[in-house]
Nanobody, 120 residues
Framework: QVQLVESGGGLVQPGGSLRLSCAAS????????MAWYRQAPGKQRELVAV???????NYADFVKGRFTISRDNAKNTVHLQMNSLKPDDTAVYYC??????????????WGQGTQVTVSS
């Protein structure tokens, strides 16, 4: 079994910063793509940022220039550095990982989510 555990959420003032982390554990052969999603109250879950095992990244337009995704393949972790936070960034942030338990067996896993609240 594979588990993803997020940490680093909290309450921050507009313009502030937070760093989210997600650690994957369990029977992991390798991890392909890792990503962060978010879901605000009453809205659909949306992709925030994605990073491949090779380090290629892609960002949603609404976070470009403010958020940075990174990963440590040796530790099976992914991070999201969030700067210049806005009230609209308030949401539950979820980690997602495309995990191979064996070379030929792959499926997506989700973390439990961590709350980020941007408010003065």
């Amino acid at each position: 079994q594979v588990q993803l555990v997020e940490s680093g959420g909290g309450l921050v003032q507009p313009g502030g910063s937070l760093r989210l982390s997600c650690a994957a554990s369990g029977s992991i052969f390798s991890i392909d793509v890792m990503a962060w999603y978010r879901q605000a109250p009453g809205k659909q879950r949306e992709l925030v940022a994605v990073i491949t095992s090779g380090g290629s990244t892609n960002y949603a337009d609404f976070v470009k220039g403010r958020f940075t995704i990174s990963r440590d393949n040796a530790k099976n972790t992914v991070h999201l550095q969030m700067n210049s936070l806005k009230p609209d960034d308030t949401a539950v942030y979820y980690c997602n990982a495309d995990v191979r338990i064996t070379l030929l067996s792959r499926r997506a896993y989700w973390g439990q989510g961590t709350q980020v609240t941007v408010s003065s």
